[in-house]
């Protein structure tokens, strides 16, 4: 889920009332580089893809970092789906990769990039699907169309529940055919803030994207264990879950045997595994959303710093229960005035030579900066950038 959301979530409704106007089979690694670096292709040579951005001595100098210009044009859309956050990409076959957001905009947006109001629905969450990995294929599964749209997955499957509890999808696999999608159960609470009691499960049927089920209250607590998650070797799926410690987050660990999301987890406490939690805490550092990646024996956490930090971090490990150490600065994310930055995730199944494909959020300090003015359809999306050298 979006690790700074819950702060965005309360300045929003407190600000602006159109808030609320609303790997291998049989699983994929969908954040494993070591299956994401078999092509010849070097997008460094076609400056139509990527522009080199200048190292300044924020981050560390072997690594070379690019603006990808082809899937920062991808997602900016004119109509549909047309600015959100916590967006994450689920490979479901070779053919079809799923792109989930949390909050959202869905509607028509104009020539200069302004965003009217009145043409366009704020949803909690959306979903699309990519066919052929073709930037102009973009097929919207929220219901409804432009600014009559739904949220995609609505709580109890009710609209009216977009203003009381919520869902944020997080990350997700394929087990057997099946999208298992890990959700952030969020519910509003007397002081209009969000509380967050659980992660749920979702389970669709693929290609089709039909919901088989939703398995509420898969874990019951503030530990939010819908922002990444692993599939190793060793037949666990390791899941990476997160508490606020001030302007960062602890991180936490569970696993599912078989792959399988839907099992009975286990947790990493300060005992060893058990079948419940305890505050044992693997990472007490600046991150707030981990991706997590495994290249030549190694395990790596990337994520954005402290709450609306610039640096992105990359962390190590023999393990992928940790101890992760060995961090250093990456990326840093240009400076601006005019809002935050925040929930940077890890795209590897856009990787073509073993290079990081990360994508942070931007969003206003002032929500009605979203609408009535040129270029105000530009303010709350993500941002893609390469990076290459990160090892």
Same mark, same amino acid.
């Given at each position: 889920?979006?690790? @700074?959301?819950?702060?965005?979530?309360?300045?929003?409704? =407190?600000?602006?009332?159109?808030?609320?106007?609303?790997?291998?089979?049989?699983?994929?690694?969908?954040?494993?580089?070591?299956?994401? *670096?078999? =092509?010849?292709?070097?997008?460094?040579?076609?400056?139509?893809?990527?522009?080199?951005?200048?190292?300044?001595?924020?981050?560390?100098? /072997?690594?070379?970092?690019?603006?990808?210009?082809?899937?920062?044009?991808?997602?900016?859309?004119?109509?549909?789906?047309?600015?959100?956050?916590?967006?994450? /990409?689920?490979?479901?076959?070779?053919? %079809?990769?799923?792109?989930?957001?949390?909050?959202?905009?869905?509607?028509?947006?104009?020539?200069?990039?302004?965003?009217?109001?009145?043409?366009?629905?704020?949803?909690?969450?959306?979903?699309?699907?990519?066919?052929?990995?073709?930037?102009?294929?973009?097929?919207?599964?929220?219901?409804?169309?432009?600014? *009559? =749209?739904?949220?995609?997955?609505?709580?109890?499957?009710?609209?009216?529940?977009?203003?009381?509890?919520? #869902?944020?999808?997080?990350?997700?696999?394929?087990?057997?055919?099946?999208?298992?999608?890990?959700?952030?159960?969020?519910? #509003?609470?007397? /002081?209009? &803030?969000? !509380?967050?009691?659980?992660?749920?499960?979702?389970?669709?049927?693929?290609?089709?994207?039909?919901?088989?089920?939703?398995?509420?209250?898969? @874990?019951?607590? !503030?530990?939010?264990?819908? &922002?990444?998650?692993?599939?190793?070797?060793?037949?666990? $799926?390791?899941?990476?879950?997160?508490?606020?410690?001030?302007?960062?987050?602890?991180?936490?660990?569970?696993?599912?045997?078989?792959?399988?999301?839907?099992?009975?987890?286990?947790?990493?406490?300060?005992?060893?595994?058990?079948?419940?939690?305890?505050?044992?805490?693997?990472?007490?550092?600046?991150?707030?959303?981990?991706?997590?990646?495994?290249?030549?024996?190694?395990?790596?956490?990337?994520?954005?710093?402290?709450?609306?930090?610039?640096?992105?971090?990359?962390?190590?490990?023999?393990?992928? $229960?940790?101890?992760?150490?060995?961090?250093?600065?990456?990326?840093?994310?240009?400076?601006?005035?005019?809002?935050?930055?925040?929930? %940077?995730?890890?795209?590897? /199944?856009?990787?073509?030579? &073993?290079?990081?494909?990360?994508?942070?959020?931007?969003?206003?300090?002032?929500?009605?900066?979203?609408?009535?003015?040129? &270029?105000?359809?530009?303010?709350?999306?993500?941002?893609?950038?390469?990076?290459?050298?990160?090892?």
């Amino acid at each position: 889920m979006k690790r @700074v959301s819950l702060y965005i979530s309360v300045l929003l409704i =407190s600000s602006c009332s159109l808030k609320n106007e609303y790997g291998i089979a049989p699983y994929h690694r969908p954040v494993d580089t070591t299956s994401n *670096n078999d =092509s010849a292709v070097d997008l460094r040579t076609d400056t139509s893809i990527l522009r080199l951005l200048p190292n300044t001595g924020k981050w560390d100098a /072997s690594v070379q970092a690019y603006e990808d210009l082809q899937y920062d044009k991808y997602l900016t859309r004119y109509s549909g789906w047309n600015g959100g956050d916590g967006n994450y /990409s689920h490979v479901i076959n070779d053919t %079809t990769t799923l792109w989930t957001f949390q909050d959202s905009f869905i509607g028509t947006i104009d020539g200069a990039r302004n965003r009217d109001p009145a043409l366009n629905k704020f949803v909690r969450n959306a979903a699309a699907l990519q066919y052929n990995k073709s930037v102009e294929s973009f097929v919207q599964l929220n219901q409804g169309t432009l600014n *009559n =749209s739904k949220t995609w997955l609505m709580y109890d499957n009710l609209e009216s529940n977009d203003t009381k509890e919520l #869902y944020w999808p997080g990350d997700g696999h394929i087990l057997n055919g099946k999208l298992q999608l890990l959700l952030g159960h969020l519910v #509003y609470n007397s /002081s209009g &803030g969000l !509380d967050h009691p659980g992660t749920d499960l979702a389970v669709f049927s693929t290609p089709d994207m039909a919901l088989e089920q939703v398995i509420k209250n898969k @874990v019951i607590g !503030d530990i939010s264990y819908d &922002g990444g998650i692993f599939d190793d070797d060793d037949g666990y $799926t390791y899941i990476y879950g997160n508490t606020q410690n001030f302007l960062a987050y602890d991180l936490h660990i569970a696993r599912a045997p078989n792959h399988d999301l839907t099992a009975n987890w286990q947790f990493l406490t300060a005992n060893g595994w058990a079948d419940n939690p305890d505050n044992y805490t693997v990472l007490e550092d600046a991150q707030t959303l981990p991706n997590i990646i495994k290249k030549n024996n190694k395990y790596y956490i990337i994520s954005q710093g402290a709450v609306y930090g610039h640096q992105i971090y990359l962390w190590e490990s023999t393990s992928p $229960t940790g101890p992760f150490t060995n961090r250093r600065t990456i990326y840093y994310i240009p400076d601006f005035s005019w809002g935050v930055t925040y929930n %940077t995730t890890l795209h590897q /199944s856009l990787s073509t030579q &073993g290079e990081l494909v990360i994508a942070y959020n931007t969003n206003p300090n002032d929500f009605a900066a979203n609408f009535n003015a040129a &270029g105000s359809a530009d303010l709350y999306r993500p941002h893609f950038v390469r990076l290459y050298n990160w090892q």
